[in-house]
C-alpha cells in the first residue's frame, strides 16, 4: 500500500549471451547517499532476474506519461518471448560503464552495479550502487540546472498509472524565511 512509487524502466543484458531486455519494476527505492545506491525487488521467475543474477549491472531509466503504454507493455510481456526495446518502441542508447544499454526516451538513466541480493520472499531485493546518470540535455536549463518537474514523471498508485499534479513546495519551504 506503499504509493505512489515510481514504475521505472530496467534494461539489463546487452552482453553476448544476453539481447538487451527491459523489465516494468514499482518495487524500486532509493537505499543510500554515500555512495548513491537503490534497490529493485524482482521475482525469481522474471527473465531479468536471470540476466541481472549472471551479469549484475543494470540501468534504471525513470518514466514519462508519454511512456506509459511501454511502461505497462514491458511488465506484461516476457524477454524470454519478445525483444522488448522493438516491441515497446524504445531506443537503446550506450552506457558509459555497464553493458546493459540505456532508454533514450527517460529524461533520466542510473547505470547500477549490483553490490548484494538479498532473498526476501516472493521478491529477491538487488541493491545496487549507480555508477554513472545521464539526463536529457533539455531538461537541464542554462545555469545548468536539472528542472526534473518539466519531464512529465509517471507515478504509479494501487494498480493505476497517474500523472504528477502541480508543484506545493519544495523541501525546506516549511521553515523557510518570508
Ligand atoms: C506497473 C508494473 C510494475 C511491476 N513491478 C514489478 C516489480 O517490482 N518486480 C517484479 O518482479 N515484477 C514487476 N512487474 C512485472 C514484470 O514487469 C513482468 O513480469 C515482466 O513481464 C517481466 O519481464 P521479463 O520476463 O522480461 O523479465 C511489474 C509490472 C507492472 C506492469
Not at 516476457?78 to 552506457?95: C, I, M, N, Q, W
Not at 560503464?97 to 520472499?121: D, F, H, Q, T, Y
Request: aromatic letters at 8%; glycine letters at 8%; one cysteine or more.
Amino acid at each position: 500500500m506503499l504509493a505512489p512509487v515510481p514504475p521505472v524502466l530496467l534494461s539489463c543484458g546487452g552482453m553476448e549471451e544476453f539481447r538487451p531486455n527491459i523489465i516494468t519494476v514499482a518495487w524500486a527505492g532509493t537505499v543510500c547517499s554515500e555512495p548513491p545506491m537503490v534497490s529493485v525487488s524482482i521475482r525469481p521467475q522474471r527473465f531479468s532476474h536471470e540476466i541481472i543474477s549472471a551479469t549484475r549491472e543494470f540501468v534504471l531509466n525513470l518514466t514519462t506519461v508519454s511512456m506509459a503504454k511501454a511502461v505497462d507493455w514491458c511488465g506484461v510481456k516476457s524477454g524470454r518471448d519478445v525483444d522488448k526495446f522493438e516491441g515497446a518502441h524504445l531506443t537503446p542508447f550506450p552506457s558509459e560503464i555497464v553493458s546493459a544499454p540505456g532508454i533514450a526516451e527517460s529524461p533520466v538513466n542510473m547505470e547500477c552495479r549490483v553490490k548484494k541480493v538479498l532473498a526476501l520472499g516472493s521478491h529477491d531485493m538487488f541493491i545496487a550502487e549507480i555508477v554513472a546518470v545521464h539526463v536529457s540535455q533539455e531538461l537541464v536549463d542554462k545555469r545548468g540546472k536539472l528542472r526534473l518537474e518539466d519531464a512529465g514523471l509517471l507515478a504509479y498508485a494501487h494498480g493505476g498509472y497517474f500523472a504528477l499534479g502541480k508543484r506545493l513546495g519544495f523541501f525546506g519551504y516549511s521553515v523557510k524565511k518570508k
